[in-house]
């Protein structure tokens, strides 16, 4: 059975995460959906909706590398203050592999984004 989070289920949930991980801030309205799933009064799983931003950057291919990077940082100084008034904590870029790692790179060096853990994958409905 599948069933909104209680406060009561805290301590179980967090006794799940061996792994270091820290529980998201479950008192973010970013986490609009917090559910435990339990069988039989035994709660063995839990699961929580993080809203959040990603970044599409479209540019003229035909640019060079000096007005890419020209533009990206315009962008990118506006970012912060956009996400504040927004209410969003954070956001995502995803660099495809034909962009080469030196994008990554550049936004790493730059404006502080850092590598994320684990495979990126995404839903669409």
């Not at 995460?17 to 998201?24: A, F, K, T």
């Not at 990118?76 to 954070?90: A, G, Q, R, T, W």
């Not at 495809?96 to 060096?109: G, H, K, S, W």
């Amino acid at each position: 059975m599948i069933r909104d989070l209680q406060l009561r289920d805290l301590i179980a949930v967090e006794s799940f995460n061996s792994n270091g991980h820290q529980l998201p801030k479950l008192n973010s309205k970013l986490y609009p959906v917090q559910k435990v799933i339990e069988e039989d009064g035994k709660i063995l799983g839990s699961a929580f909706l993080h809203l959040t931003s990603d970044v599409s950057i479209i540019l003229d291919p035909s640019l060079s590398n000096l007005t890419r990077a020209r533009l990206i940082k315009e962008f990118f100084s506006i970012v912060p203050k956009e996400l504040m008034d927004n209410n969003l904590e954070d956001t995502r870029v995803f660099v495809n592999p034909e962009n080469d790692t030196r994008y990554a790179e550049f936004l790493i060096r730059h404006f502080g984004f850092v590598k994320d853990k684990g495979i990126p994958l995404y839903l669409g409905v």
